[in-house]
């Protein structure tokens, strides 16, 4: 499985398009994840994943092997969706869960409640949470990433939990 | 709810989510004119031939393109419609690179643009083919209109053989696949209902 990835990044280096493909199947649902976490928004989070793969397709021949694929892939991907996120960020707090409808979750979603109420969440309390909670990201980091300062990141976070787990009690 | 209790829902959060619609002919599309940033890399690339016959047959697939709209409309909306049954149309895999290579540029292979968003297309294709039961009366010749896309998409594809991954006719392409499969998207959709 390594040998095979490590190929196809070998191949992919050299402009193989055929092995970039092979690399997109692969990741693609990470990047997506990431991508519609942080914009709420199926259009949006699929112009989003395409950004992230122009830029590792751009930025491939850099990759040396020192960490992993996935471990290079992450902030590419994280960083990407944010610039995205700052550029079409609404002000926004949804209440109305039907309007999440056009997200497209897959049926086979193990938490759907849970997803669709981190993507109601305010836009900017939203994307501290998913790169604190889900992506491991450090109030630091985000704070630089989302151009606020750190008090503001852990403030952030901590409504967007308040607010999770009202939503999730009262459903 | 209790904080550990979230804690506990985050950690079951799946880390993939396959998108819905299908991004890679578009990224295809876009990787074919975005050179990567090591100008070391060893880039495997078709030099494009620019020939007099390259730009007749990417034309002639413009002038086709644009008759196709009036085409995607039902039967019912369209004036002086008089279309016969044609046989069933062929939803067999993509062709292989071989396969449409038999051309005066005497070309060997396909770009791979090309043949990505081809085996896509038809993989799709045969999706919604599969799911198509009953086609209601007002898409009666459909069989005709996804022939005739089928004209318009083997006129780029022997403009690309001229000019392979030329990010025009590869957008053209995409565009008329794109245009099958709103139509056949919409056939299934109405036969259901």
């Known amino acids: 499985m390594t040998g095979t990835l490590d190929t196809l990044v070998a191949q992919a280096q050299k402009g193989d398009q055929q092995a970039f493909f092979q690399l997109y199947q692969q990741f693609k649902g990470k990047v997506y994840a990431i991508c519609l976490r942080l914009c709420a928004d199926r259009a949006q989070a699929e112009d989003a994943t395409q950004e992230v793969f122009l830029k590792i397709w751009q930025q491939l021949p850099q990759f040396r092997g020192d960490s992993a694929f996935s471990t290079w892939l992450h902030p590419i991907a994280c960083r990407t969706a944010v610039d995205l996120w700052r550029k079409n960020k609404v002000s926004r707090l949804s209440t109305d869960i039907s309007e999440l409808a056009e997200v497209g979750l897959p049926a086979d979603h193990p938490d759907a409640e849970l997803e669709k109420a981190i993507l109601r969440l305010p836009d900017q309390a939203r994307a501290v949470f998913v790169l604190f909670a889900l992506e491991g990201y450090q109030h630091q980091e985000i704070a630089q990433m989302l151009q606020i300062a750190t008090g503001s990141s852990k403030a952030q976070y901590h409504r967007a939990r308040q607010l999770l787990m009202g939503w999730l009690d009262a459903e | ?193």
């Open chain 2, 1 to 193: 709810m209790q904080n550990n209790k979230l804690d506990q829902r985050l950690a079951q959060l799946p880390e993939h989510i396959a998108p819905t619609a299908e991004l890679w002919p578009a990224l295809a599309t876009r990787l074919a004119s975005t050179a990567q940033q090591n100008p070391m890399a060893a880039v495997d690339r078709h030099e494009p031939a620019t020939t007099s016959s390259g730009w007749w047959y990417g034309m002639a697939a413009a002038l086709l393109l644009s008759v196709l709209g009036w085409w995607q409309l039902p039967a019912g909306q369209q004036q002086g419609a008089n279309t016969p049954e044609l046989a069933a149309l062929p939803v067999a895999a993509a062709p292989m690179p071989a396969a449409t290579s038999n051309n005066k540029a005497g070309r060997a292979d396909v770009g791979r643009t090309e043949w990505q968003l081809i085996s896509l297309f038809e993989t799709d294709k045969a999706r919604l083919l599969k799911q198509l039961t009953v086609v209601p009366a007002e898409y009666g010749d459909w069989q005709q209109q996804l022939a005739i896309w089928q004209q318009a998409s083997r006129q780029i594809q022997q403009a690309l053989s001229y000019q392979p991954d030329q990010p025009v006719l590869l957008r053209q392409l995409q565009r008329i696949q794109q245009q099958q499969l709103a139509y056949l998207q919409k056939l299934v959709q109405s036969d259901l209902s």
